[in-house]
């Protein structure tokens, strides 16, 4: 596009209005007018922003012309406002997310966009975070050799089921849940770091034993057609210190990845590859400025590791190589947006500053992270296997 898109958002909660600051800031972007039921919330978020307020995104859509629209409604809400945007005409949509918390409502987005031959972006933010890319370069470069193994816990203090939106928090975490609330972000995740490969089995449980209201957690096995497996559990009745504890580990037959993406109670955040001991000095440098140069600040290092257990020890003092992080590896806060900003500018999933990293998300993978997190959902309440496409 040569002239400045012209930007609505609905829904003007936490994300919502972050969207909305961001937008206002980029220099190609008008930000123009803001849609919330609760008109407070949008007149307060458009005065600090210099923009028009509507109390529903229809008399929005009706009066504005615009090239962009953001929703970011609650979790089972994105259904209306997003079919909506592409009826009255807008050719790019920006979604929270997940996808959609229903197949009813998954189908209907899909086909929407698919009819409306629209752009379509999901905001699975996760993949700019610097330790993300980097785990991705670890497995996509053959660091770990083939891996077979990984595990996955997110988690939630209570106090997000039960106190994170005000008076309206039960309503809508009953309509979400860990499922969709938490493992949508793993789901997404996965596919980004072990692509091409795709879930094909999944087995799940779950439970309702404190909240009632919707589920406590939820505890399952991703096969991939790749032949990984990935244990993937969140839940969201922990009484910890913490908002969130997010733990991965994936083992290979070469190495070990070890992310605290947000430690948990006497655990640092980190990250730390143990990778293949074949690699010399020069080749280990040789990735880290690779790594560098997609943003990723990682040290390298060659060690000898000695593994014991008080009296118990299993061999070392071999050198072997590692790249590590040590803290918090997050990106700016919504650096998701700009490049999709960026992508709509130049008419590709590919923008130049998402090089070499695939393609950023977009419908296929909205559709895809619902039909995985779906499958945990049905696989929960059958008790069997569900098989994916």
């Known amino acids: 596009m040569s002239s400045k898109i012209r930007a609505g958002v609905i829904g003007l909660g936490i994300l919502g209005s972050s969207h909305a600051d961001y937008l206002a800031k980029r220099p190609d972007v008008d930000l123009v007018a803001l849609a919330d039921l609760r008109m407070e919330a949008a007149e307060a978020v458009a005065q600090r922003l210099g923009v028009k307020a509507y109390n529903n995104y229809e008399s929005m859509l009706a009066a504005e012309k615009l090239d962009l629209v953001v929703v970011a409604t609650p979790d089972p809400l994105h259904r209306a406002p997003t079919v909506a945007s592409l009826e009255a005409g807008v050719p790019n949509i920006l979604q929270e997310k997940p996808f959609a918390t229903t197949r009813a409502d998954a189908d209907a987005i899909y086909e929407a966009v698919r009819k409306h031959k629209a752009h379509f972006f999901i905001n699975f933010a996760n993949r700019v975070a610097p330790l993300d890319i980097a785990t991705r370069y670890a497995v996509q470069a053959g660091l770990l050799g083939r891996v077979v193994y990984g595990e996955s816990r997110l988690d939630d203090n209570i106090s997000v089921p039960t106190k994170m939106w005000g008076s309206r928090t039960k309503d809508w975490a009953a309509g979400s849940s860990t499922a969709f609330f938490l493992l949508s972000h793993v789901v997404d995740l996965l596919r980004f770091y072990f692509a091409p490969a795709e879930v094909r089995e999944v087995y799940a449980i779950s439970q309702r034993e404190v909240l009632g209201y919707t589920p406590d ?61 074949a690699i010399d000095a020069q080749t280990l440098l040789t990735h880290q400025t690779r790594l560098a140069e997609l943003g990723v600040n990682v040290a390298a290092k060659l060690h000898r590791p000695s593994p014991e257990a008080g009296a118990l020890k299993a061999g070392g003092g071999e050198l072997l190589p590692a790249l590590e992080f040590y803290g918090l590896g997050y990106s700016e806060w919504m650096a998701l947006d700009g490049l999709f900003i960026d992508a709509i500018q130049e008419d590709t999933l590919t923008p130049k500053g998402w090089q070499n990293l695939g393609p950023l998300p977009s419908l296929e993978d909205g559709m895809r992270q619902f039909q995985v997190v779906d499958a945990i959902v049905r696989s929960a309440e059958i008790g069997k296997v569900i098989t994916l496409d």
């Open 217 to 277: 957690l939820y505890d399952a096995f991703l096969t991939f057609d790749s032949g990984l497996k990935v244990r993937v559990k969140a839940e969201w009745i922990k009484h910890i210190d913490d908002l969130v504890e997010f733990y991965m580990c994936f083992s290979g037959a070469d190495g070990t990845l070890i992310y605290n993406k947000r430690g948990a109670f006497g655990c640092e955040p980190g990250w730390r590859a143990n990778i293949n001991k």
